[in-house]
């Protein structure tokens, strides 16, 4: 099974295609990879220090006429819809902009913050090539840098998709693991029985049991507020039990079964939620 980004790959993002400042304009903007998936292929680094100081052009309400850092980047659409994802951690003196179009006739279809999180970018036509800026002011030194990447929408948004997730021994910890990422999910049924929170933004994932116990380490990796919520299942999919809500652990389990864990972030807005985890059994 090709498994999602592991937490080393994902705090510790792919060097290899570090720009040198030469994709500072469109006609040299650098080729983005899409991922199949809402868990980014590659997170690539955009910093500062590495591009100079001009008016945006074109210069549109988003960039404003300032002159600040400009990078540019292109991807070439695999579906509809995708998303631009962040690492969420990197200045908030940066913003990033779509564009339609080619070089020299570009049409804006998005402005956001590169800081928080991001709507998708829809009505897109497939195997048309999209660019995208990327720009920065007031920096000083080491302050002004962020990690980009494309991504597609979720394949487990439902429970028929539902990702399997590796069953771990040793030590409880959450190293290795698989990414869980709900961006561009909708909501397959209701949020926890007596839990007023929203669950718009659920994704799905399976284990075989290996033991009677089984615990779910985890680490959130989203800069959002909101708690993130796992629920535990029994049965099939269009027929399952749920067996206990935003619990990291469930016992009498049954070995060589398959279980259910639907995952949530519990915010009613644009936050989504982004963690790593997998599923740890203990020695009997």
């Known amino acids: ?18 720009q040198t400042g030469l994709n ?13 998936t809402n868990v980014q292929t590659s997170l690539i680094p955009v910093y500062y220090a590495w591009f100079g100081t001009a008016v945006p052009d074109p210069a549109t309400t988003c960039s404003g006429s300032t002159a600040c850092i400009t990078s540019w980047y292109r991807f070439t659409a695999t579906a509809t819809s995708h998303w631009v994802r962040t690492d969420g951690q990197g200045t908030d003196d940066a913003s990033m902009e779509v564009f339609s179009g080619s070089c ?14 991001t709507p998708s970018l829809t009505g897109l036509s497939v195997g048309s090539t999209y660019y995208l800026r990327v720009r920065m002011s007031n920096c000083g030194p080491d302050l002004c840098q962020v990690w980009i990447g494309v991504v597609s929408a979720p394949g487990n948004n439902e429970c028929a998709g539902a990702i399997e997730l590796p069953v771990t021994s040793g030590g409880i910890q959450v ?24 669950s718009n933004d659920d994704v799905w994932y399976r284990f075989t049991a290996t033991a009677t116990t089984h615990f ?35 016992t009498g389990l049954t070995p060589g079964t398959q279980y259910y864990i639907r995952a949530y972030n519990e915010s009613t807005g644009v936050e989504t939620m982004r963690a790593v985890a997998d599923v740890y059994a203990p020695a009997q």
């Open 24 to 36: 500072s304009s469109c006609a040299t903007a650098m080729e983005l990879e899409v991922s199949p």
């Open 175 to 198: 190293w290795p693991a698989t990414e869980i990422s709900s961006l561009g999910a909708t909501q397959s049924q209701p949020a926890c029985t007596g839990d007023p929170a929203a």
């Open 216 to 250: 779910l380490p985890n680490t959130k990796l989203s800069t959002a507020a909101q708690d993130n919520v796992f629920q535990w299942f029994s049965g099939t999919c269009g027929n399952l039990t749920s067996m206990g809500c935003d619990v990291v652990y469930k």
């Open 1 to 18: 099974m090709l498994r999602p980004f592991l937490l080393a790959a994902v705090l510790s993002p792919v060097y290899a295609l570090a």
């Open 104 to 117: 020299g006739s570009l049409t804006s279809i998005g402005c956001f913050s590169a800081n928080s999180a």
